[in-house]
């Protein structure tokens, strides 16, 4: 990501620094799934006085809720067995009602998405386990100091609004990106069809399938190599160009391309792709160039 999204949510909160010792009367749930972590966070908390309750799964978080009616707040993995952090905020938000504690979130992503469905759930904020263990601690501070609060509430409805506005975004760059990359294949079949097509009197009838196969490979290796980044893609590509440009037998792309690694020593092939590799520059690509600019100028959607 170009920022990070810890960075804002501190701004958001305006997290004073660590000023001395806490020693609350009420104890902290932690539930991480992770021995050493869970071992790592609660002994670094119970060093400045916290007292911890510690939990290796969410429906052991909330057992544990069960116990201590009013604890000072709580912090979840997002990531857990058998119930993890986000079902498990749901419910206790549930059993809390009127009277609800703070709940920080654990996590190792910092996606807008990720931390939006931790918002969501009733979460109030969200540690970065690769954070210092300084920066961990100032807001467990901050968060047992204040608690929770009607300002807290709107804080977080404020850093929904923000999230939701950049997961957009981030939606609708990746909707651009994926738009274009269809539409530059979909322009580079049309012109391998039609150069297929053009030059189909050129094979004879005695040039055998593996060389027409070949050649076909080698045009679109030369021409477009990006379509070749992905195995099943590529396939894909082939196939539905062999259908359109009639060039290998329809009944007998299938069985090349399951046999393609075992073609590419074949003396036949070689020659083809050879032909074909040199026939790439005849084909004429569009540039991308301009197929990016169609998209980057569409308007942003309501």
């Known amino acids: 990501m170009l920022f990070r999204l810890d960075a804002l949510w501190l701004q958001l909160w305006q997290s004073p620094r660590l000023q001395g010792a806490l020693k609350p009367v009420r104890p902290i749930i932690l539930a991480e799934d992770n021995e050493k972590l869970r071992r790592l966070y609660s002994d670094m908390l119970e060093a400045v006085g916290f007292n911890v309750m510690r939990a290796g799964d969410g429906e052991k978080a909330i057992s544990l809720l069960h116990k201590i009616v009013n604890p000072q707040l709580?912090?979840?993995?997002?990531?857990?067995?058998?119930?993890?952090?986000?079902?498990?905020?749901?419910?206790?938000?549930?059993?809390?009602?009127?009277?609800?504690?703070?709940?920080?979130?654990?996590?190792?992503?910092?996606?807008?998405?990720?931390?939006?469905?931790?918002?969501?759930?009733?979460?109030?904020?969200?540690?970065?386990?690769?954070?210092?263990?300084?920066?961990?601690?100032?807001?467990?501070?901050?968060?047992?100091?204040?608690?929770?609060?009607?300002?807290?509430?709107?804080?977080?409805?404020?850093?929904?609004?923000?999230?939701?506005?950049?997961?957009?975004?981030?939606?609708?760059?990746?909707?651009?990106?994926?738009?274009?990359?269809?539409?530059?294949?979909?322009?580079?079949?049309?012109?391998?069809?039609?150069?297929?097509?053009?030059?189909?009197?050129?094979?004879?009838?005695?040039?055998?399938?593996?060389?027409?196969?070949?050649?076909?490979?080698?045009?679109?290796?030369?021409?477009?190599?990006?379509?070749?980044?992905?195995?099943?893609?590529?396939?894909?590509?082939?196939?539905?160009?062999?259908?359109?440009?009639?060039?290998?037998?329809?009944?007998?792309?299938d069985a090349l391309l399951g046999n393609y690694a075992r073609l590419l020593n074949q003396s036949q092939f070689q020659e083809g792709w050879c032909r074909g590799s040199e026939d790439a520059p005849k084909v004429g690509m569009p540039d991308p160039s301009g197929l990016e600019g169609r998209f980057t100028e569409l308007p942003a959607s309501e």
Not at 91 to 103: D, E, V, Y
Not at 148 to 168: D, K
Not at 182 to 189: C, N, P, R, Y
Not at 210 to 232: A, H, I, Q, W
Request: charged letters at 30%; proline letters at 3%; glycine letters at 8%.
């Open 74 to 253: 709580i912090i979840l993995d997002v990531m857990m067995p058998r119930l993890d952090g986000i079902e498990t905020c749901i419910r206790m938000r549930k059993m809390q009602g009127l009277r609800p504690c703070p709940i920080l979130f654990l996590t190792a992503l910092d996606e807008p998405e990720n931390v939006l469905e931790c918002l969501r759930a009733g979460g109030d904020d969200f540690l970065m386990k690769s954070a210092p263990l300084a920066e961990i601690l100032e807001r467990v501070n901050y968060w047992a100091r204040h608690g929770t609060s009607e300002a807290g509430a709107e804080r977080r409805r404020e850093a929904i609004r923000v999230l939701e506005g950049i997961a957009a975004e981030a939606g609708e760059r990746g909707r651009q990106h994926t738009a274009m990359a269809v539409s530059a294949e979909q322009a580079a079949m049309d012109r391998l069809v039609a150069h297929l097509r053009d030059r189909a009197a050129e094979f004879d009838d005695g040039d055998e399938m593996l060389y027409r196969f070949g050649y076909m490979v080698g045009l679109v290796e030369t021409c477009s190599p990006s379509v070749g980044k992905n195995v099943d893609g590529f396939r894909r590509f082939l196939r539905n160009l062999a259908f359109r440009s009639d060039l290998v037998d329809r009944r007998e792309i």
